[in-house]
């Protein structure tokens, strides 16, 4: 069966590659010799994204203008298998991200940090740093910041200008940010990774490889924090595959007729 690139999942953009075409791709913006106009963007898209996504127009526009949108969770890989539009590979951000790291040192290129608490900042700028002796981290900057601060850190931004920007402020705001100040920041890509600096800092722990490879790792994040995450688990998720499923039933009744 051919797999098409771009898929929809109730109308929310997702690129189906494989790990090896997504590191192409990555590899292709920071090494291209053009000059930068505009930051490269890419996100995530998940069951949390999609349905944000369909409340907000703003990050709707955000994800279907993005220059990547990578597959994020055993929820899409479900619904893909449901509709008939297989996904190649869960490609989350917290996975991903360290890889594209790997990469950057490698390769001489290099990462500036921004968002999460100062002190978590902090924590994942040093274990990064253990992981990979050899990146080249030439900045970081903690998330909570006002416009004044704002300006000063897209100053230092552009002043370093970063192969790679890893922005960790939750979606939607991520998203956002990223897509309003791509014209003007001198960094070859901006990946929005979420509460990646969370796990990398080690203050939130990463459910068991088991766990993961069965695609349960949603249960262990409940557990984890059952206040913010439970109307993802008991809402968002049955909302999303009701829909699916319906979509599915409407597509099984049309070819039947």
């Known amino acids: 069966m051919l797999m098409r690139e771009t898929i929809y999942f109730l109308g929310v953009r997702v690129d189906n590659l ?3 075409q997504a590191l192409r791709r990555i590899n292709g913006y920071i090494s291209s010799s053009k000059a930068i106009s505009c930051s490269r963007k890419v996100f995530f898209t998940n069951v949390h994204s999609i349905h944000l996504a369909k409340k907000d127009s703003d990050l709707y526009r955000c994800i279907s203008n993005a220059d990547m949108v990578l597959p994020d969770g055993s929820g899409l890989k479900i619904a893909g298998k449901v509709l008939n539009k297989p996904v190649k590979e869960n490609l989350n951000g917290t996975d991903f991200t360290p890889i594209v790291c790997l990469m950057a040192e490698s390769m001489g290129r290099s990462v500036y940090l921004l968002g999460a608490k100062k002190d978590v900042l902090i924590k994942c ?3 990064l740093t253990k992981e990979f002796p050899n990146l080249n981290i030439i900045g970081a900057q903690h998330g909570y910041f006002d416009a004044a601060e704002e300006k000063k ?14 922005v960790a402020m939750g979606s939607p705001f991520q998203e956002k940010w990223i897509t309003h100040n791509a014209p003007r920041l001198k960094a070859r890509i901006c990946l929005a990774v979420g509460g990646l600096f969370d796990f990398l800092s080690e203050e939130l722990e990463r459910a068991p490889l088991w ?4 695609g349960l790792e949603w249960v262990f994040r409940l557990l984890q ?4 995450k439970w109307s993802r688990v008991f809402i968002e998720i049955p909302v999303f595959f ?7 039933a409407f597509q099984t009744n049309f070819y039947r007729t």
């Open 242 to 248: 009701y829909l699916i499923m319906s979509i599915r």
């Open 225 to 228: 924090d059952p206040r913010s």
């Open 125 to 127: 700028k040093k274990n």
């Open 211 to 214: 766990m993961r490879k069965l």
């Open 153 to 166: 850190i897209i100053e230092d931004i552009n002043k370093k200008k970063p192969d790679i920007l890893l």
């Open 18 to 20: 494989t790990l090896e």
